[in-house]
């Protein structure tokens, strides 16, 4: 597997491409602050590998429905910069024609760029104790259904309880579960 190469755009922590990592692909994490995907330097980088997948996260910041409430406080550098790293990502997965790639966000703005979403999911389903629907364009292989029914999940949604920016960071995260269940579809 060393010489699959599997992108992980604006990963964060990686979490999603772990799966990967761990089975010996090559991941190559492009996230900042190393990387930069509204750089030139950053897309060129990405478009000189053979890549096999591409994992892609947008920050969700301006696209997702949750961002509304502070969609006054956004100004046009923020909007502009958002739809830049959308634009330069999508341009990355156009011209690298990988074997698949995917791209996810949480329901809102995206949904009118990129239509109706390939799968959805919330992280409880694959394991993880909160809630968080998250949509998937792209193309993959959907992965195994969840391990959990919404009826079977009994646990408390325990990141109502967290504040502050562990919270953010935390719902950031690629639940293990889910990111498991992705990387054995998508191999």
């Not at 364009?137 to 959990?148: A, D, H, I, M, S």
């Not at 919404?150 to 309880?161: D, G, L, R």
Request: charged share 25%; proline share 6%.
């Amino acid at each position: 597997m060393k010489d699959r190469i599997i992108l992980d755009l604006c990963g964060g922590t990686g979490s999603w491409s772990k799966p990967y990592k761990e089975a010996g692909y090559d991941v190559r994490l492009v996230t900042l602050p190393d990387y930069d995907v509204t750089e030139e330097k950053t897309v060129q980088y990405c478009l000189s590998l053979s890549v096999h997948g591409i994992l892609c996260a947008n920050p969700c910041e301006i696209w997702g429905v949750m961002g509304n409430c502070r969609w006054q406080e956004r100004t046009r550098d923020d909007v502009y910069l958002h739809a830049r790293i959308l634009v330069n990502n999508l341009r990355i997965i156009y011209e690298s024609n990988p074997k698949w790639w995917c791209i996810e966000n949480p329901p809102g703005k995206l949904e009118k760029f990129l239509g109706k979403p390939k799968f959805s999911f919330h992280p409880n389903e694959y394991g993880a104790h909160y809630k968080k629907k998250t949509l998937l364009w792209g193309r993959f292989n959907t992965p195994n259904p969840p391990l959990f029914s919404e009826s079977e999940v009994t646990h408390k949604n325990y990141i109502a309880t967290v504040t502050g920016k562990n919270r953010t960071e935390i719902r950031a995260m690629t639940p293990a579960g889910f990111a498991k269940a992705f990387f054995e579809a998508n191999r």
